[in-house]
């Protein structure tokens, strides 16, 4: 099998109340995250961006890379979610992403003196189809910041989801559908409490 191929297997479609997991790193491997204030801005342009056509289950920023895990949302719910901000134009899940990704671009040039790309040429985005699948991800997602030497414990990393799932304060990330995956509040923490090798995920994604 050829490389473009390879290239194009990974590439999953956006279709409208399936869930996935979107991931990618600097070109290069380039820094995408310099200090804590480029974190919080990716997440207000996330908020922006993407909170409007999709459902947020886990997600991580670190140095140089990022992952999420979304549920795009029906196109009934994202035109009743336009409606009530004035619009009825629905923009593509795609889209919406690029949108993301560009405006974070031109804020990182713009603020680094920096020119050109800087992400990888195309967001990587994998189907996930199973609440088994859903479950390892979610997971793998909180596990990142422990499995590249940040922290000991996903609770010590600031900028992932884990947080927001242990406590009790409002959010938009579907933090219920979460604790519910692994049957309540206790079993998510008692799952966290236990690393694992994510080999076999990671082959999977082509990481």
């Known amino acids: 099998m050829s490389t473009n191929n390879q290239s194009m297997q990974i590439i999953e ?8 997991h979107i991931y990618n790193r600097g070109i290069n491997s380039e820094n995408i995250f310099k200090e804590n204030r480029n974190h919080e801005y990716f997440l207000t342009l996330y908020n922006k961006h993407i909170n409007p056509i999709a459902e947020t ?6 140095k140089n890379h990022f992952h999420l895990l979304v549920r795009i949302k029906t196109s009934e719910e994202i035109l009743q979610n336009q ?11 795609y889209q919406s992403f690029g949108n993301l990704f560009n405006a974070y671009t031109k804020a990182i040039n ?36 422990v499995n590249h030497g940040f922290c000991q414990h996903p609770i010590e990393y600031p900028w992932s989801s884990y947080l927001t799932c ?9 933090r219920e559908k979460v604790i519910s995956i692994f049957e309540n509040i206790e079993g998510l923490k008692i799952s966290h409490s236990k690393n694992e090798q994510f080999d076999s995920l990671e082959r999977f994604l082509n990481l």
């Open 83 to 93: 409606q009530e901000n004035g619009s009825k134009k629905i923009i593509a899940p």
């Open 57 to 62: 289950f886990a997600w991580c920023l670190l």
């Open 13 to 20: 479609p956006l279709e409208f109340g399936k869930y996935y």
């Open 110 to 145: 713009k603020g680094y003196n920096r020119h050109g790309a800087l992400f990888e040429r195309s967001f990587k985005r994998k189907l996930i189809d199973n609440e088994y699948y859903l479950r390892s991800v979610i997971k793998y997602i909180h596990y990142n910041p």
């Open 166 to 174: 242990v406590s009790e304060k409002p959010t938009k990330l579907k």
